[in-house]
């Protein structure tokens, strides 16, 4: 089997085609009361690049930790530990307050409820005038109005929206007005938190297209955080898996659904709906697989347990790393379960045990 270990860059300084580098990244929240020194980690040692223009999604369920990681690189979260490089500097080395307008103007939040975050009182003319003020993109208000015009042409609205009230627009419009707010300061990277979840699949869709675009014709980077592979597929250029605080997963998007390694990553699959795959599950089903993937007893790998040893990254394929004890160069492609060809039969997978497995069809040369 050439599966072989995936080093960690050592170095944390970025260069110049890579807009956001995160290393180490951990997050403890404290537990219990003021003076319990008890903590949950809800960031584990997080390493990844979003690469100058790409969409990187980061897909997982909830409480997994992406919005702690999104929330460290918008600097609304201190880090317990690790780095993030943004523009060549560490971003929690240098002074929160006195940097922060100059990086509000890089780095820019979409959350995922457009209603909750635009203040209804307002007409959308002022979500757009504020940011465009603060950060001197206009300065009169013939200038507002024609940046803000352009503003809501650039996300497929229109100008007479501008004098609308959020209620008055359904949930893709607003969540439009969101990304064109964070359009306002023209940033570099925009950080995505769930920005289609609460729409319906038919508005999702245009809110995905939306997103290429930006990337496409004006280069811009972005974490799109979204727990619907689907989505990830769809319009992310890479893909990693949180799982429980950590990546366990992530690869060029196309590469890594075609390929999914991880038991995590092939149960998450097992419920996007894909013509091309035969397999689904109920919800009953799932919550049966999810329970044997995650409990360490069940692992089909019993040599290696990772509860116990945390597993470091092997490559398995081109651009594509996992984070598993059964991809280690000792374990044999003949004795690795998770190397058939019915990369979704969660079910058989988890029923064989190393050393009954039928031996792999899945080329490990390539
Ligand atoms: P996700 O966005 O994947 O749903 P989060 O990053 O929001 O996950 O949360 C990860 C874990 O950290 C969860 O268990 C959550 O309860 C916990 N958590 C998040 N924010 C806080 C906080 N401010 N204080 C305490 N625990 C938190
Ligand atoms: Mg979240």
């Given at each position: 089997?050439?599966?072989?270990?995936?080093?960690?860059?050592?170095?944390?300084?970025?260069?110049?085609?890579?807009?956001?580098?995160?290393?180490?990244?951990?997050?403890?929240?404290?537990?219990?009361?003021?003076?319990?020194?008890?903590?949950?980690?809800?960031?584990?040692?997080?390493?990844?690049?979003?690469?100058?223009?790409?969409?990187?999604?980061?897909?997982?369920?909830?409480?997994?930790?992406?919005?702690?990681?999104?929330?460290?690189?918008?600097?609304?979260?201190?880090?317990?530990?690790?780095?993030?490089?943004?523009?060549?500097?560490?971003?929690?080395?240098?002074?929160?307050?006195?940097?922060?307008?100059?990086?509000?103007?890089?780095?820019?939040?979409?959350?995922?409820?457009?209603?909750?975050?635009?203040?209804?009182?307002?007409?959308?003319?002022?979500?757009?005038?504020?940011?465009?003020?603060?950060?001197?993109?206009?300065?009169?208000?013939?200038?507002?109005?024609?940046?803000?015009?352009?503003l809501?042409?650039?996300v497929?609205?229109?100008?007479?929206?501008?004098?609308?009230?959020?209620?008055?627009?359904?949930?893709?419009?607003?969540?439009?007005v969101?990304i064109a707010r964070?359009l306002?300061?023209?940033?570099?990277?925009?950080?995505?938190?769930?920005?289609?979840?609460?729409?319906?699949?038919?508005?999702?869709?245009?809110?995905?297209?939306?997103?290429?675009?930006?990337?496409?014709?004006?280069?811009?980077?972005?974490?799109?955080?979204?727990?619907?592979?689907?989505?990830?597929?769809?319009?992310?250029?890479?893909?990693?898996?949180?799982?429980?605080?950590?990546?366990?997963?992530?690869?060029?998007?196309?590469?890594?659904?075609?390929?999914?390694?991880?038991?995590?990553?092939?149960?998450?699959?097992?419920?996007?709906?894909?013509?091309?795959?035969?397999?689904?599950?109920?919800?009953?089903?799932?919550?049966?697989?999810?329970?044997?993937?995650?409990?360490?007893?069940?692992?089909?790998?019993?040599?290696?347990?990772?509860?116990?040893?945390?597993?470091?990254?092997?490559?398995?394929?081109?651009?594509?790393?996992?984070?598993?004890?059964?991809?280690?160069?000792?374990?044999?492609?003949?004795?690795?379960?998770?190397?058939?060809?019915?990369?979704?039969?969660?079910?058989?997978?988890?029923?064989?045990?190393?050393?009954?497995?039928?031996?792999?069809?899945?080329?490990?040369?390539?």
């Amino acid at each position: 089997m050439t599966t072989s270990t995936a080093q960690r860059p050592a170095s944390t300084d970025a260069p110049d085609d890579v807009s956001v580098r995160v290393r180490g990244l951990t997050k403890d929240f404290p537990l219990g009361g003021l003076f319990s020194r008890r903590s949950m980690r809800a960031v584990d040692n997080v390493d990844f690049d979003i690469p100058r223009g790409t969409i990187v999604a980061l897909v997982g369920e909830s409480g997994s930790g992406k919005s702690t990681v999104a929330r460290a690189i918008a600097r609304l979260e201190r880090p317990t530990s690790g780095s993030i490089t943004v523009g060549g500097q560490d971003v929690l080395k240098t002074e929160k307050s006195a940097a922060s307008r100059r990086y509000r103007g890089t780095v820019q939040m979409v959350f995922q409820d457009p209603f909750g975050s635009l203040n209804p009182a307002h007409r959308v003319e002022h979500f757009l005038e504020r940011p465009l003020r603060i950060h001197g993109k206009a300065r009169t208000r013939a200038e507002v109005r024609s940046r803000s015009a352009e503003l809501m042409r650039t996300v497929g609205l229109t100008e007479d929206m501008l004098d609308s009230y959020p209620h008055e627009l359904s949930g893709g419009q607003r969540q439009r007005v969101s990304i064109a707010r964070a359009l306002a300061v023209d940033p570099e990277i925009i950080l995505a938190d769930e920005p289609t979840s609460m729409l319906d699949v038919s508005v999702r869709i245009g809110i995905l297209n939306l997103m290429a675009r930006l990337r496409d014709e004006r280069g811009i980077s972005m974490l799109f955080i979204t727990h619907d592979l689907a989505s990830a597929r769809y319009v992310a250029d890479t893909t990693l898996v949180m799982f429980a605080g950590a990546l366990v997963e992530g690869g060029e998007s196309l590469e890594l659904m075609k390929n999914p390694s991880h038991p995590y990553t092939r149960l998450l699959l097992s419920a996007v709906p894909d013509p091309a795959r035969t397999l689904s599950y109920d919800p009953v089903e799932r919550a049966r697989l999810r329970q044997a993937v995650l409990a360490p007893t069940t692992c089909p790998w019993q040599g290696a347990d990772c509860s116990t040893t945390s597993p470091v990254r092997h490559t398995v394929g081109p651009d594509h790393w996992v984070r598993c004890h059964l991809y280690a160069p000792k374990v044999s492609a003949a004795t690795n379960p998770l190397l058939t060809d019915s990369d979704s039969d969660l079910d058989s997978v988890l029923d064989t045990a190393p050393g009954t497995a039928p031996a792999p069809t899945r080329k490990a040369d390539r």
